[in-house]
T-cell receptor, first 116, second 115 residues
Framework: AQTVTQSQPEMSVQEAETVTLSCTYD???????LFWYKQPPSRQMILVIR??????QNATENRFSVNFQKAAKSFSLKISDSQLGDAAMYFC?????????????FGEGTQLTVNP | DAMVIQNPRYQVTQFGKPVTLSCSQT?????MYWYQQKSSQAPKLLFH???????NEADTPDNFQSRRPNTSFCFLDIRSPGLGDAAMYLC??????????????FGPGTRLTVT
């Protein structure tokens, strides 16, 4: 079974600064997806960024980028130029590509605070 | 805009009184999921429908049931809610298939209170 670990329960960053959220995972599969989801206080879960395991290039979405290290099974999220609206719970998630309709395995989450 | 809609957003029920939560989607996704999320925890998958096929998680209590009458709608039935069932219930959808990227799109959730 796959597991996802987020070792930082809480993080804080100053507005306009850069912060990196850590995520490691364990799997025996070679083909899978990794996601970062954001859940603001309003509680709607929003997809931030997606990485396909067979792609070596790190995914980037505007101020959000990942550092995907497949051999190390690491998938960190970097938020550049942090904004107050980035404050949220961030979940790292794993999804197998080898089985259809399979579950998302979530990490425990990292609560990000952005200080003005 | 295509979206996942959950009704109601807030639901209060009495201990033991059946309750139904609803989810609809305009994304035409073939997979629909129900998650339970308690405060400051990750969502916990209860079950999902792949098209019409129901897939129950092994540790989902029998108290929880689901129905998917058509592609667009999915319901979560809690037959006899207990105090421990108070939580946020999230519906999500995804499009499965070789050409698709499998990300799940979440609704805003229904917060269930059991009195």
């Amino acid at each position: 079974a796959q597991t996802v670990t987020q070792s930082q329960p809480e993080m804080s960053v100053q507005e306009a600064e850069t912060v990196t959220l850590s995520c490691t995972y364990d799997t025996s599969e070679s083909d899978y997806y990794l996601f970062w989801y954001k859940q603001p206080p309003s509680r709607q879960m929003i997809l931030v960024i997606r990485q396909e395991a067979y792609k070596q290039q790190n995914a980037t979405e505007n101020r959000f980028s990942v550092n995907f290290q497949k051999a190390a099974k690491s998938f960190s999220l970097k938020i550049s130029d942090s904004q107050l609206g980035d404050a949220a719970m961030y979940f790292c998630a794993y999804r197998s590509r080898e089985t259809s309709g399979s579950r998302l395995t979530f990490g425990e989450g990292t609560q990000l605070t952005v200080n003005p | 805009d295509a979206m996942v809609i959950q009704n109601p957003r807030y639901q209060v029920t009495q201990f033991g009184k059946p309750v139904t939560l609803s989810c609809s989607q305009t994304l035409n996704h073939n997979v629909m999921y129900w998650y339970q999320q308690k405060s400051s925890q990750a969502p916990k998958l209860l079950f999902h429908y792949y098209d019409k096929d129901f897939n129950n998680e092994a540790d989902t209590p029998d108290n929880f049931q689901s129905r998917r009458p058509n592609t667009s709608f999915c319901f979560l039935d809690i037959r006899s809610p207990g105090l421990g069932d108070a939580a946020m219930y999230l519906c999500a959808t995804s499009r499965e298939g070789r050409k698709y990227s499998y990300e799940q799109y979440f609704g805003p959730g229904t917060r269930l209170t059991v009195t």
